[in-house]
């Protein structure tokens, strides 16, 4: 069965860094690529970016370079998110997810829980 | 950047019929994924490849899509229909992938 276990939820504070994790388990965790998404209290879907774990190739959308980085240790199956110093409007609950297959347009098809990540002073 | 356009809000009476839209430029050209997401839960893929079901959706689910329109029909509403759905495409001009902005279904 395939799982997406991800890391439990974080509170911060404004300037500290953070990285979350998003472990893949019953398939083969370098042949498919992993996405972060997030979605903001009370908003819709942000796809942040992207990783293939075979190889380490990122691809991030434009709103989130910069901000986030996103790598993996694919000698434990894990994807991971980390931001090098939070702001209040990185409150949200950030998503994993894995397409069904290597082909850019192919769908989500399996998710995270969620992580939850609040940042307050 | 390529932008994906949907309604706020749809009301629906239960046993009716709800459409989604999700507007983007040559849409029909691409294939657009929906995702149903309920309070609490993370999304879950509804429909695929513009009208592909995955196991466990049922048929009163469909989709379709064309020129500038994607569409998600849910047919004989129910409660349990009752959520946020969000249309998602990837944009091979920039390599990226785009969700819309999400609709929320309310069951009357």
């Known amino acids: 069965e395939v799982q997406l276990e991800q890391s439990g939820a974080e509170v911060k504070k404004p300037g500290e860094s953070l990285k979350i994790s998003c472990r893949g388990s019953?398939?083969?965790?370098?042949?498919?690529?992993i996405a972060w998404v997030r979605q903001m209290p009370g908003k819709g879907l942000e796809w942040m970016g992207i990783?293939?774990?075979?190889?380490?190739?990122?691809r991030y959308s434009p709103s989130f370079q910069g901000q986030v980085t996103i790598s993996a240790d694919k000698s434990i199956s894990t994807a991971y998110l980390q931001w090098s110093s939070l702001k209040a409007s990185d409150t949200a609950i950030y998503y994993c997810?894995?397409?069904?297959?290597?082909?850019?347009?192919?769908?989500?098809?399996?998710w995270g829980q969620g992580t939850l990540v609040t940042v307050s002073s | 950047s390529y932008v994906l356009t949907q309604p706020p809000s749809v009301s629906v009476a239960p046993g009716k019929t709800a459409s989604i839209t999700c507007g983007g430029d040559n849409i029909g050209g691409k294939n657009v994924h929906w995702y149903q997401q309920r309070p609490g839960q993370a999304p879950v893929v509804v429909i695929y490849y513009d009208s592909d079901r995955p196991s466990g959706i049922p048929e009163r689910i469909s989709g379709s899509n064309s020129g500038n329109t994607a569409t998600l029909t849910i047919s004989r509403v129910e409660a349990g229909d009752e959520a946020d759905y969000y249309c998602q495409v990837w944009d091979s001009t920039s390599d990226h992938r785009i969700f819309g902005g999400g609709t929320r279904l309310t069951v009357l």
């Open positions: 997810a894995r397409p069904s297959a290597y082909s850019s347009s192919s769908p989500f098809d399996y």
């Open positions: 990783i293939y774990p075979g190889d380490s190739d990122v």
């Open positions: 019953g398939y083969s965790f370098t042949t498919y690529w």
